[in-house]
């Protein structure tokens, strides 16, 4: 397995299919198209039943039964798409066979995984690590889980004597942008509950993630000659700046882990008569994520009673935390901790620092907690999987499967 999944998630990682957050169109770009229809044929060859890729590049297909023992029906979701704040074109994957522990170099970029900078790849000594060439990122977030899926899937079917029950597959578009079950049809899809596979290193399992809000503030001065500027002009990156200081310094992402919430400025565009500011928010605690809101709209309102009503704030919710949806149903975490302990595996329980597919789904009526794919370093050229993660991960997905009959 381990060949035919390296070389399966190396072609999967050739596609560009990165998303583009500037974009109307459903899919976002187009190239995602191109994976999609990959999938879509090979999971026609391995026999899958009611195979369908809609308009807006949504993929799903079906595994019957094996069995007439009671068993749920389960689902496994993974996105096509791509970060798109970094280059996901003509990626040339690296495989170092057994890791020795010192820095890889990253192609002829002059870059490289130090264990220095990133010592997590010290746990994977004596391994095959699949890296980038230090010119795009590699895509294991998620063309790991969707290579692991298709594994997955192939076992079942060369292994007609393991007993699951109904298996349903999906994969989403622009999951990378918040956009990945806007239109995912849930009751078409008809699992009961389901898992993305969409996680990081061995082991994970998360069933929280964030409460998450969006906020755009646009800022309007007013330009004067500097000569002539005093009592009359109005520097709205000055006012920007302002605002930007009066968030608390320490809760910032660089400064803040596990439950931890914080702001982050994603954009800054500025002159001095317009400037934009792009902020996400995020808290795991419903109380202290509407707090956040809350201090930034007093913040604009402070700050446009200053400077004359210079200031516009649009805030919206983009997603909530899923461990409300999944709590109440236990046994679907039950469920993937007993499948990673029984591939010997210590199973990682931690709050997504992030979001995914199933932090939407779960409030549309499908609780969906995440299992590891495997990867490490996602969005950038540092990213890097080790193949025997993948091979893990899908072992974990087969004893899902198993153990779920009866």
């Known amino acids: 397995m381990k ?40 999971l026609e060859m391995l026999g899958l039943q009611n195979v369908e890729l809609d308009d807006k590049c949504y993929l799903m297909a079906t595994l019957p039964a094996n069995t007439s023992k009671k068993a749920p029906t389960i689902g496994f979701i993974s996105h096509l798409d791509t970060a798109p704040d970094f280059s996901g074109e003509e990626v040339n994957p690296q ?15 002059g870059d490289s995984i130090d264990p220095l900078d990133f010592p997590e790849v010290l746990d994977y000594i004596g ?15 998620d063309k790991a889980g969707i290579a692991e899926i298709l594994e997955f899937l192939s076992y079942l079917k060369e292994h007609p004597e393991l007993e699951h029950g109904e298996i349903k597959v999906g994969f989403t578009p622009d999951e990378e942008i918040g956009r990945g079950a806007d239109f995912f049809d849930v009751s078409k899809f008809g699992a009961e509950f389901a898992y993305t596979v969409d996680g990081g290193k061995i082991g994970e399992i998360e069933y929280e993630t964030f409460n998450a809000a969006g906020a755009k503030i646009e800022i309007h001065g007013r330009n004067v000659h500097p000569g002539s500027a005093k ?5 709205s990156i000055a006012i920007g700046e302002e ?23 994603m954009r800054f565009d500025g002159s001095i008569e317009t400037t934009t500011l792009e902020y996400i928010i995020r808290d795991h605690s419903k109380k202290k994520f509407e707090s956040r809101k809350k201090y930034l709209e007093k913040i604009v309102a402070f700050l446009n009673e200053k400077f004359e009503n210079r200031l516009t704030l649009e805030m919206k919710d983009q997603y909530y935390n899923m461990a409300e949806m ?13 499948a990673i302990q029984k591939a010997g595996i210590e199973p990682i329980t931690k709050p997504v620092r992030g979001g995914t597919d199933g932090s939407k789904l779960s409030f549309m ?8 794919c495997g990867g490490h370093n996602g969005h950038g050229k540092y ?16 004893n899902i499967a198993t153990l779920a009959v009866e």
Request: net charge negative; with cysteine; proline share 7%.
């Open 3 to 42: 060949e035919k999944i390296l070389n399966r998630f190396i072609r999967y990682c050739k596609v560009n299919t990165k998303s583009n957050p500037n974009s109307e169109n459903l899919p976002s770009t187009e190239v995602q198209f191109e994976l999609a229809h990959i999938l879509k044929n090979e």
């Open 95 to 109: 495989i170092i066979e057994n890791y020795n522990g010192l820095a890889i170099k990253l192609g002829n970029s």
């Open 127 to 141: 391994q095959t690590l699949i890296t980038t060439d230090g010119k795009t990122l590699l895509g294991a977030d």
């Open 231 to 235: 009592g009359k002009l109005v520097s």
């Open 243 to 265: 605002l930007n200081r009066m968030l608390p310094f320490s809760e910032r992402p660089e400064y803040t882990e596990g439950y931890d919430g914080f702001y982050f400025l």
């Open 326 to 338: 999944i709590k109440p149903h236990p046994h679907i975490y039950d469920l993937a901790v007993r």
């Open 365 to 372: 009526g499908l609780p969906t907690p995440n299992i590891f």
């Open 383 to 398: 990213e890097f999987i080790p193949v025997e993660s993948m091979v893990k991960a899908v072992e974990v997905l087969v």
